[in-house]
């Protein structure tokens, strides 16, 4: 329906995916180029940030030097349209939602690495990011970008809510039981910490490497952005409304979210059961990982992956499972290519093992 | 009893208790010397550790040149008695078990910061500690060393077992609600993150810079050997058998521990409430800060000290406390300090503010 | 002719000497305020910051909740006069020299942490901090408050220019063999490692905590503004003109300054030569500690003292020393400290041993 | 001469150049893993290291699991001469030079990553490395891997030195005025910043995380083994005996180096004219970049990359060149793969960028 490659993947050339990065400044859009400079089937062929004239992006990105010769531009949505097949929106929430309907309007295809489009309800929206939606039309029409749950509608989406950092690592964690049924609906606690290439690159004296170094900070307490996002999707799976506990800390570290999650098992079961259960879940994944007996996930592990590693215990009737994943790439940028390779027909993994 | 100043505090001089320090080289016997050099009651008058031969303490610490002028040599038990009046037990466990009778019998008094006198039940012990204990006459006399807990029955005590660090991080967040019923029993989860000098000097793979740098690594998840003392506290306080869920992880940090404490409210209860009862609970405590609401605790503003900072937040019925200490201060060799001072009538902010 | 105390030093009471602190948000006013709190001398009676109203300073600082009573307020330099007898100047350049001379007519005492009036030469002031200088006349009566060379000056000065933490770690290293004339004058290069609390506290690109965190930095290479100052001090104690090779980076760490300085000996020396004479030169100097043959310094064993340690090795006829501060302590406010003791007639190491 | 691609590049397939890696465990050897797995023109075909029984790969480096799926096993160098046609060793030094010769003998090609190869004396290796030379034979046909020195001599070479870390960094910063004779031979100043890679992987009191985290700390002040190394290489470029003065600190971060060189020139340059010479000198290397004036190299910027970036800076009569390097890749296995590529014809920057 939409990109139909009549070349053999492998082949560089003319029949190239162009793909546009909009906000390629921030550190979702250089972990983009990272992954997309390699990819064997995709050419970058637009580049834009808040920049006050057009700059190599190599300027702003001494490591791209000799690496992506292509200049970084202010360009409006159109201009990048007429440039590009698919275009990866790692703006600012609230930006993105004024920008994409421009896009989707001049046919192409659009993921959106903001949370603009990750919530289904309008009101919802507004209460946790402050802001009316600008384009509730597309709310409905947004699939929400996991593949581990919507790996057919992803194929034939025309605009991807790519997930939120912490609700991929969180969702992964609990999604076989979620499924099945295994645990109390209103159980589910997540303590989630985090390295702060998730704060943003926006300095602030938050990030200011004296304050974060040598320090653990949780923040946002029971209130973070992300928990709606979460419940919405637990929910949905789940058929009951689901309402999770969320405390989220700042890491002193540049990747990485580690999720524990604690939950109340419905009746009996077993450790074994448990894991039987979810590799057979995530059977053909190939970025779920599940780890053996005792041994649980740590961030160094999947960092610069696109892995999710998820480790289980049960105490008693609690269940505790740890999930790890890189917040750059199974949270944003690789999961967002992942996506793209859904959407195009190419190897899922492509450019991303 | 013990100890009977006749000097003026304050005042240098022949009067000053005489203290040792056994196993002087861990970060413990590191920091007891620093805290201990500038207490104004104090003579530090003899260090073991197990040296070839007798070094200068300023040879194994270039940071305490020109700052403290003894030898460190690897003395008997009884050597030791001979020296000092009291006598602060840094050693491993296992150790400290077969050492402090000999110092007990001399009749010189006991802080052992080791695992080897807090458990009550030898055979506890034996299961975490995986030795047979070579002196359990001692273990009802041994007082635990939580000042907020058994602060009167430490003034007198011939030998004090100084907490771990996850306990008193632990302990001291949930104390308030299991003393007065507030909590489930059953619902107690305590995630618990901490810097690397919990886990001791000696190298190993695990404690390489490169293996926690960057990383965040989950341990002993529900199975680590602080937990039959928390149970062994929270039980005896609560005079209901209480187990938790326990994850503790090291973070790529040098000192601090942040432990988050999730537990499920027995009936109705306001946020308001829940810091009223708190504050209450811990006035008068020198050492314990409930934060305002909102507030949460972060290492960096405990590190150092011998604070304990507590963060408290409502989700329904479910109980967030979030508790922060520095692990070699309040979690150990302050909190051993603090206990001295208990002893020995000094107050009991002396070196330690 | 200053202050004169009439109690006996260790007594509090009435007649502790009054200090204020401008500019105590910033670290440098933080690490005053800490040492200054258990100096037994001294009263902490005037915090001023650019706050928009007074503020407990334990609101700014959480781990001073319990520790110290005080408003931080944004004062005129003539309140703050009329409460202190001594005044520490934490604030940016450019604003101290348009501060001191209101408190210096009130008759009060002042030791300067900026750049302000640590240069004689008014051109060179504008040359390096960018604006002609608003006190000029004071540029004369300020003693550079370096107590290893001007100690009786200080003793006697109304303004003390505290020297900045460069300038503090490599004169202290070069001092003894330019003082005896034993390099060339034109040899000597610094290259100078610091933590990033030298790169002050104002959230910057540079200083987000994921630049620093896995980086190294150089910056303003051969040309920060510490080198006319570092050149002025160098070049009268030689009594030729010196100009030193300059190169400063940032650590990814919060404290410390190593600074690595290469020297080309005039004539033959031997290495042992070399150490009598530092021993000789800082005998009886209560910071500077000269390491044995073969041991260098290292930051941590210096973090958090007053310390200067400084290790010596030769190469044929090139000299290499290496010196490691501590720069918020002997770079910044445990010098501060030092200065106003030796002004006040207090044993020189209260308050920071 | 020795293997010869009858395939074309890029095709996959039984043609494939087999390679082995004897030391899998180390730094080296995973990172050779790492670029190896995704480079089109190999097959990893053997794997060693000291392990009891076979283990798969990626139960010791968990992030391989899914990604390469081959028993690192404890094999003898003719067991793996049979499995290959390329061997990195990976291995201590001392252990290389009795491996090395077994599969020269068998017929493979070897580049060995230890420093038994570089030194041409024997007893210059005796004397830095403390043993006796198990293999004198080959230390004249071993070539020195520096694409930049001797890249003719790499594609025949039965046996490739590879460079030390420390090494690469100095030689490439002043190998363009070496060889133009621009520099006084007895001026060459190195000071040298590595990460903890840089160290190995055994467990040691000086790379437990508490000693390396928040600290700078120098060894091997003027007295490290890669100090000949570099003395010979730029000794022959110069045609003049070179001897340099060498300092080298372990920094608290995982990869790279930053060395900064101190020089003096023979005469009268000019900035812009010293930039003009290290780009035409480099002109055409893949992995060389020379920064704009003013600007110069850190570490995130060429880390994880085969990059090494230089910058340049001139004061009066003395040269100021920087240069930082990934030390696991430019300092090691990238190397080692660039050597590779240039062996066997591949295209130079395969697998690398």
């Not at 170094?213 to 689901?242: A, F, T």
Request: charged letters at 25%.
């Amino acid at each position: 329906m939409w990109y139909n490659p009549t070349r053999k993947i492998g082949e560089k050339g003319a029949g190239m995916l162009r793909v546009g990065i909009m906000g390629a400044r921030g550190w979702a859009g250089e972990e983009l180029i990272n992954i997309l400079i390699s990819h064997p089937e995709v050419n970058i062929s637009a580049l834009t940030a808040r920049v006050e004239k057009p700059v190599r992006i190599s300027e702003i990105f001494p490591h791209l030097e000799g690496r992506l010769d292509i200049e970084c531009e202010d360009m409006s949505p159109s201009e990048v349209a007429k440039k590009c097949d698919l275009v990866f929106l790692a703006l600012p929430h609230t930006v993105s939602m004024k920008t994409a309907p421009v896009l989707l309007r001049a046919g192409k295809r659009v993921i959106d690495l903001s949370g603009d489009y990750r919530l289904k309800d309008k009101n919802l929206y507004k209460k946790w990011y402050g802001s009316s939606h600008a384009s509730p039309q597309y709310l409905n029409r947004a699939v929400y970008g996991l593949p581990e749950l919507y790996r057919d509608d992803i194929r034939d989406a025309e605009i991807v809510a790519n997930p939120g950092c912490y609700p991929v690592s969180i969702i992964l964690a609990v999604l076989p039981l979620v499924r099945k049924g295994v645990v109390e609906s209103n159980s589910i606690i997540a303590d989630s910490k985090s390295g702060v290439t998730g704060a943003g690159r926006e300095p602030s004296p938050k990030t200011h490497f004296c304050e974060v170094n040598e320090n653990l900070m949780p923040y946002k307490v029971n209130s973070h952005q992300h928990m709606p996002e979460i419940n919405q999707e637990l929910s949905k799976v789940s058929r009951n409304r689901i309402q999770i506990t969320f405390v989220p800390y700042l890491l002193p570290l540049d990747r990485g979210i580690l999720s524990t999650v604690y939950m109340t098992a419905k009746g009996r079961i077993t450790e074994k059961a448990l894991l039987k259960l979810y590799q057979e879940f995530y059977k053909g994944e190939p970025f779920v990982r599940i780890m053996k007996p005792g041994i649980f996930p740590d961030l160094k592990s999947v960092s610069r992956t696109n892995f999710c590693d998820i480790g289980i215990r049960l105490d008693g009737n609690r269940i505790i499972v740890l999930s790890a994943i890189d917040n750059l790439l199974k949270g944003a940028s690789g999961q967002a290519v992942q996506n793209m390779n859904i959407m195009y027909g190419f190897p899922e993994t492509m450019g991303l093992i």
